[in-house]
Structure formats: C-alpha cells, structure tokens
C-alpha cells in the first residue's frame, strides 16, 4: 500500500555536469504520510557532492508532498553511512570543494530546521558526517552493536561550528568537548547512556516501527506550534551559519588544502586501502 | 506561632478596575522567617491577570517583611497550577491581554531574580505556566504521582523565551527540545530523573518541611554572595527579557489573536467543557 | 629515567621583589614526555601571588620542553589545593592585589587554552581556586574519599564568570547554579555523579598511572586538529575575560576591598584560627 518514488538522477544541476551518476537515495512513502528515504550507496553511503544534492532532492520532494514526517535510514546491510567522502577533500579541485561545502551547509540547513519531524533509523554505523546527520534530526533510533560519533580530529580534521553546536545541544558540552578533542566513537549502547541516540533497538525493522510511531506521536502537535517551537530552539546555530557561510566555507577550504591536512587524509586513505 | 498576612483585593490598581476580585493567594510567615505563599483558586490556580497581581503583591510583601526565604505553594487538593488562564487568551480584549502578558513578564523578572531563596512545594499537577512558575524558583520539590511540564505545543501555542532558556537551563537543551516539541507532561518521579525537579516527596506537608530545611541551608550564605551569584547565573535571560519587554508583547498578542492560535484555543476550551 | 626540573624561585620579576621565595612547584618530565607538576607548598597549597608565577613558569616550561602532556597534581598528603590565599585578599596592598588577580588571569587563560593535554590528578581536598585549577584541564581523574567545588560564597565571595562558565560546561547550568548559590562541596564519589569529575581512584599512584595513559590517548590525536577543537571549544570564554580582564579586575579589586567582604573574610580567618 506504498507509493515508491524513485528520483532519478538529476540532468540540469551545473553540479552534475562535473559527475553526472544514478541516484543512490530512494523515498518510500507509506499510506499514513511518513517517507522513509534510504541511502544505498555501496560500499559506506559516503556523501559526495552528489549524494548531497540527491539527499537535499528526496528532503524537498517529502515537503512537496506533504509527508507527516521522513525517516532517514540506510539500505546497506551495517552502515548508516560513514560521512563525507575523503576524496572530496583529497587532493581536491577548488570549484568541486566548494561546491561540495556548500552543498553540506545546504544540508545542514535544511534538515536542522525542516518543517516536518525527521527521525533518524539508525541502523549500522555513523561515524563524522554520518553521525552529523543523524544529530541534526529531531530523533534518533540506533540498532544495536554498531558505532557513532563525530570522530574528525581522529583524521586530523576538525567538525565546524554547525557539527559542534548540534553535538553540544545533544550530549552536554562536557561529553562533547571530551568526544570531539578525542574523536570518540561510541558503541549504540554508550550512545544511549550519554544521551547521543535517544532509542536503543535490536534490528532496523524495529528501528523503521519506532521511527513512524515516533511520528505519529509528533504529528498530534499542531503544526504551526511545532514548527516555531523547533525553529526557536534551533535558530542559534541556523542563523550563525546563514550569518557566516561564505567565511565558514573559506575556512574550510583553506583548512583542507593545507599540506598537513593533505597529509593526514593521504595517510588515512592508504591505511584504509591496506584493510582491503 | 506564625503571623497571618491575608493580603486583601487592592484598591487603587488601574488593572483591578477593569475586574476587581477576592485575593486568592495567601502568605504565612513562620518564626522561622519562612515565607509560605499559598495559590487557593479553585478549581485549578489558573493564572489570570488578578492572579498574577496578587502575587507579585504576596512576594513583594515577603521582601518588605525580611523574609528568610519564600515557600511557593498551593492550597489546593491536586493542582500546583494549571497554568495561565485560557480565558485571558481567547477571544481577547487588547488592552487587557496586553495587562496580562505585562504582568506575567513582571512575574517572571521578579521570581528569576528574587532576592531571597525561593522554593517551590509543588503539590499537584503543574502544567504549562504552573511548570513555568516552578522554574523560576531556586529549587523544586514536588509530591509523588502528579505531572508537570511546559505543554503549551499541545495547545498549539509556543513557550516565549523566558520560558524556554530556563527549561533548559534545568534539564538541559536536548531533553527541552524533545519535551516542547512535543509537549511533554512529566510523572514526577520522570521529572525527578530528568533533573526538572530536585526532589520527590510522599505528601504536602514533607514538601514544606523540606523546604523549610532548604531554606535554611540557603540562608547559611552570605546575602550579598548569594544575591550576586543567583544574578550572574540568571542575568542572560533576565537582560534578555528586559531589553525585549515590548517586542515580546507585540509578538504574543499578535500570536494570540491569529485565527489558527484562536481555534485551537477554542477547540481546547471546548474538550474542557466535554469532560465536565 | 626521568629528568627532573626544579624551577628555581625566579630573581627579576617586579612582583617578586615585593615577596620572594623558594619554588614551592616542581616539574618532573618521564621518558615518554608526560610532565608531572607538582604543588608543594604546606600546609594547602594556597594560590597567592608567587604560586601562581610559579605555576605559569613551570606550565610554560613544559611547553618549551615539547611535552606530550602535563598531569598538575600535589605532593601534599590530603590537599591538591585550598584555593586562592586568603591573605592575598584580606587588607591588601592595591597594587598587589592587582598583580594578584592578573596573576590568576594569566593562568586561566593559559591553562583553559593550554596546546598540550593537561589532565589533573586531584590527589585532595579542592575547594574553590583548586576546583577552578582542576576545572581549566582536559580531563580530571580524583582520589575517593576527598572534597571539591567551588563554594565561594560560603565565604562571602563571589566566583568570576571564567569561574562559573567551566563550572557550567562540565556540570550543565542546573547542577553549577545550585552548588555555586549554595557552595557545595562534593565528596570525590559525588563529583563523579554529576560529571565534576571523570574517574574515581584509590591512591595517587593510579591517578598518575590513568593520568599517563590518558595522555597517551590524547596524543594519538593529531596535534592541529586537537588544538583547534579544544580551542573552539573553549573560545567563548577565553575570548570574553580576554576583551574584559581590566573591567574584571576592578570589579574584583572593588568587591573585594568593600567592607562587607572583608569582614566575611576576617570571619573566615578566625574561624581557621580556632581550628588550630
């Protein structure tokens, strides 16, 4: 009783001209409203510039149809996804780096303030960005024995202010600053405990079940008073990222380009490519 | 051995005229020096604009009388406070709703930064504003089996700010979040988990004990230490609120009187009426 | 196989014309780069004006050696430290109550934004100034059986923002607020509760132990990108008593020489008088 919607790869976005690919983000729309958008781009749902813009289309499209709510999951088999692809940043030509910054900020955005309940299903690991996403949801479900965290500084890169706001919102500042300078990675079940999920469950069927209650229990809340309530709560760190996105994408270019950071990622690649 | 202070109506108040009324608040001070202040508004200490007169008028008087310290409470059997009174809000005269959002804007500022301690004894169910009045104080101790939190999204209206920051400020942002998102009304003993109470007691009268102790306790320390200390921590909300008096006002009455915040006001008065 | 350096009390400081001494602080560097710095001044460890320098010279020292982290404990028996020097503060000579306050300024910025990893190993009571010392490291490991807080105003003194705001980042707003008004001390299993500290140990010798592996955690961390985040992190504060250290100095100087503090303050030093 599901309508799928399929978003095909997109054929306009100046974007896409750089690397046009078939979509890797599906949206399953059930019959009480609640879209389920899954990533399924193999082998870690890493987010290039394009699986960014693909991201930001499903969002658009689930407001378009006046979704009750979105439930973000992946279709792989143990990974949410492992957050922004190093080789965006890796020996990166400046026009796509910029473009893919920007297109996170887009993100960031987007799903910090949407309009409508997103729950995160949490249903492998999230590392970094992976986890990023996860905090800018107004709920998170993780499957247990998995792991998450925003463990940047652990590649000798460091989270913005826009991942570092939304983690402090969510654990405390003292959980935070400890798990950011030392790039924690916490287990589901360490995750509960300080507060960085708010639901343990032991498969994604069960994590998907959750999720659409949890939006039925949001869509009681009427809608305007929802909205400016999460809004208001949010508006800080929104604002401070409308108010600074030109400086904040600057400093990151600059940061990535560096030869120590160029550094750090070379060696975290080839140490990735030794585990193959 | 306690001196009874039975505040009569007031006489001279531009607001009184507009509906004069018996006081429905007492204040009992013991040889202690403790302030007990008693809301006795049948059926449920709705806060209405001669409420909130009164009591700024019983704190006022805690502070002239050289009071230790101030002990908020209710003489009802079930309810601390159900909140601000809905009659106020639907279908509104300006001149009075404008009264009456100043009022509770000057019973937030003089609470937040009462120069003695204040403890709230809460005896009941303390929805909305009645959570919000607890807030205020230095320290919370509420009876077994009642509820309490800021549910205003569930009547499709929005906690303003100095409301909010110190929800915060108690439990902490993300447990805020979730709980004005959703409008969450808290069984004391989640209350006491969450850190939005700091104690839980059996009945009444172990409530007021333990605040008198408490009262105690506080007064152990210097009045100026104390004074300066509670200021500090309280001064980015109450500045905030003072340099943003009259953009608060604007923005509630003009919240208010919006069609969508009149009907669900009307919807809710009307499930009132049901359950009678 | 450890160097030891014993910094010598220094000879051309003006400040040290006014007091000179003998270094009551010692550095000791092992193999694997982790300096020790610890306080030995009987009976308590009190911060007055030539501790502090000293403090500084021994921090900065660890730096120019290239350490891999400081641990800053004590090598008294059952005190980490008192806290501020009463003395510095009771009847004082303007100008040395000046360079006294700068003096711990200096410290707190240094300490808050230290490059390296600072862990304390809090070895004994640490009340007030020892809690704020404890308070500006990464990471606080604390022997069972001890106290720690900050409870100023017990003595009628109030703690400066750049006290109060780590205060609050460790321990949240609600916890901060009510032990700051009230100037609690918290037992070491206690603090471990609600986050002042992050381990419990038996002895010294395993708070030296964890504090070295600790470290050795932290150094797996890229230098930059741990320098940023713990920067970012901590910029709030550092920035704000940057651009108000004079005006927060007069406030300090004025409050501190009003009558009523210095009478708290000789109440105080009886008080310590008779215990003897």
Redesign the interface.
Known sequence: MSRKILLNSYKSSAALRLCSTLSHISTNIDSTGCAVISMNKAPVNSLNLEMLLDLKKNLNAALENKCKGVILTSDLKSVFSGGLDILEMYKPQEERLKEFWSSLQDIGLLLYGFKIPVIAAINGHSPAGGCYLSLTT??RIMVQKYSIGLN????????P?WF?EPM???????Q???A????TLFTTEDALKI?LV?EMVPDKATAIDNAKKKIL??S???K???Q???L??RRPVIEKLLNNREADLNQFVSFCTSP??QK?LEFYLETLKKKK
């Open positions: 107004d709920y940047e500084t652990k590649l000798g890169i460091v989270a202010f570092r402090i919102n969510t654990i405390g500042y003292r935070a600053e400890l950011l300078e030392l790039g507060g708010d229990e949001f009681v809340i009427p305007q008073a929802f400016m309530t999460k208001e709560m120590e950071v750090s």
